[in-house]
């Protein structure tokens, strides 16, 4: 397998594989607004059009205009503003939301939704965008999807499946020449570490926020996953923010998230946070930069 590391002077390129639209304001937004603003080449690729969502805004909820039949290109809107928000650029896989199962006995996804899809077939328009963008760099979900939603799940073994079938010269030839990309991230956002330090904070300075701490009465810090990687965001909190409100019919802009202000979240943590969980490439962690190691020409590639 041949990793092409790039050139002093080219630009790097970045791929963050979302589940739906939303997701990339509420996961790694900071960090794709700082790269983007960086000069890097940032693309989302949101698997699904999120058209199950539930509206989650109180202000939306009676609103007789958002009718099931609607909603896809209500989601397709509210992601073309929060894209323009980020700077970044976008591309839909195209798969249609599975929606999060409820109920005793729990009900069956709906047939030919994204997480009932073969995972080589859900792969294969994934592996067609990775060898023609070409990224240096590949973030997506944990195994368990960073909560347990079954498009997430599915999020994570596509990503997975079409990191190595895009490298493999023997798969699908019509998809494109091969691209092995370097290096592949989970983002790791949400754990008691960061949910903890900013609770210390807020309690240190008379402000505590009950659901946070309600929360951290859920969390266990042992089964946090490991932090190679950390980007300072402070800069771009406020672009997180804005692109998260854009998805109006899935984000209440009252809620308790946006009440943690971001001085607190400056002065209690300050980053988003990753877990290397491929790389082709040698690598020194922990790391402060995804691009680590691909920065200059010197690095060696892994035999």
């Not at 060898?131 to 994570?156: A, C, K, M, S």
Request: glycine share 6%; with cysteine.
């Amino acid at each position: 397998m041949t990793v092409q590391l790039p050139a002093p002077d080219e630009t790097l390129r970045m791929v963050a594989v979302h589940a739906h639209p939303d997701d990339e304001s509420s996961k790694g937004a900071g960090t794709t607004a700082r790269y983007a603003r960086e000069g890097a080449q940032v693309t989302v690729i949101t698997c699904t059009g999120g058209e199950r969502g539930d509206i989650l805004n109180p202000r939306l909820r009676d609103d007789p205009t958002l009718t099931p039949e609607v909603m896809p290109a209500v989601r397709r809107r509210e992601m073309a503003t929060a894209q323009e928000i980020l700077g970044v650029d976008h591309e839909w896989l195209g798969f249609v939301d599975s929606g999060l199962p409820e109920g005793d006995p729990m009900p069956a996804l709906p047939e030919g939704s994204f997480a009932t899809l073969p995972v080589e077939e859900a792969a294969a328009p994934l592996v067609e965008a990775l060898r023609r963008l070409r990224p240096h760099v590949l973030t997506t979900y944990d195994e368990n999807g960073g909560y347990p939603h079954p498009d997430h799940i599915q999020t994570n073994r596509v990503s997975l499946a079409a990191f190595d079938l895009a490298a493999d010269p023997d798969f699908a030839p019509e998809l494109g020449e091969p691209w092995a990309v370097p290096k592949l991230y989970y983002i790791n956002g949400f754990h008691r570490q960061r949910f903890s330090a900013v609770a210390r904070h807020m309690r240190a300075a008379g402000t505590p926020h009950e659901e946070l701490e309600q929360m951290l009465q859920r969390l266990d810090e042992s089964t946090d996953r490991v932090l190679t990687t950390r980007i300072d965001v402070r800069e771009f909190l406020g672009v997180r923010d804005d692109a998260l409100r854009a998805h109006a019919t899935q984000v209440d802009p009252d809620g308790p998230f946006f009440r943690i202000s971001h001085d607190v979240e400056t002065e209690a943590w300050g980053t988003e946070d990753y877990e290397l969980h491929i790389s082709r490439i040698g690598v020194k962690l922990p790391e402060q930069d995804l691009f680590a190691g691909l920065r200059h020409e010197s690095v060696e590639a892994r035999p």
